[in-house]
């Protein structure tokens, strides 16, 4: 069975530039999740959806971040623009919404801001 | 969400039982036990879960004591692609929003196994 998947695995860019992050949750999934990691704070969620609406946003750091999910096979994680302490990997995650049901997680985008 | 404890790190010989304790006291009645693992460069993987009964999937087992307090993981057999950082999460529902939404990982138990 497919898991979750992320595009791409690896993304370096300059500071200024807008990144986009791609996620495919896994197929009857109806929650889907951002998280960011990093050496210093963890995994941080940054946003929630469930049936493709934003539930909380409350982690997203700043304004220069921006999630959809326009359908339920596909979301976005958008930084525009993009700094160097955006520098982290990013995961996103899906899972059924019923109770016990856990996270799956993709592997991960690995974001270098130069 | 209830705190949980776990050794940093553990080691094991390749093909013996991998035993990973987690202390939960705080546990609270309707709270699930959730077991992950990082690979390094990797994303988290769900290993197993449980609420009151023991679990058993194809890659681990899941022993809860009968006050719920702690738990252990057992990977029969480990390999040396067992070698991780393991979590143990306890959470009332994972498909919370908000702050409930967050899954705290912790530091987990580092485990080497060894040829």
């Known amino acids: 069975d497919a898991g979750v998947i992320q595009s791409p695995r690896h993304e370096v860019t300059e500071m200024g530039q807008e990144v986009t992050l791609r996620c495919k949750p896994i197929s009857g999934h109806n929650s889907l999740f951002w998280y960011r990691q990093t050496m210093m704070r963890g995994l941080e969620l940054l946003i929630y959806?469930?049936?493709?609406?934003?539930?909380?946003d409350s982690g997203m750091p700043e304004d220069r971040f921006s999630a959809k999910m326009p359908n339920a096979s596909f979301s976005t994680l958008k930084i525009q623009p993009s700094e160097p302490r955006d520098s982290a990997v990013y995961f996103c995650?899906?899972?059924?919404?019923?109770?016990?049901?856990?996270?799956?997680f993709g592997d991960g985008t690995r974001l270098s801001i130069l | 969400d209830a705190k949980t404890t776990q050794p940093p790190s553990m080691d094991c010989a390749e093909g013996r039982a991998a035993n990973l304790p987690c202390n939960h006291s705080?546990?609270?009645?309707?709270?699930?036990v959730y077991w992950y693992r990082q690979i390094h460069s990797q994303g988290p993987q769900y290993i197993i879960h449980g609420l009151k009964n023991n679990e058993t999937n194809e890659m681990a087992s899941l022993i809860i004591t009968e006050d719920r307090k702690s738990s252990t993981l057992i990977l029969p057999h480990a390999t040396l692609r067992d070698t991780a950082v393991y979590y143990c999460?306890?959470?009332?529902?994972?498909?919370?929003?908000?702050?409930?939404?967050?899954?705290?990982f912790g530091k987990g138990t580092k485990l080497s196994v060894k040829p």
């Open positions: 999460i306890v959470r009332v529902n994972m498909n919370y929003g908000g702050s409930q939404g967050n899954l705290i």
């Open positions: 959806f469930n049936n493709n609406v934003p539930i909380d």
């Open positions: 995650a899906s899972s059924l919404n019923r109770e016990g049901q856990p996270q799956h």
């Open positions: 705080t546990i609270s009645g309707n709270e699930y």
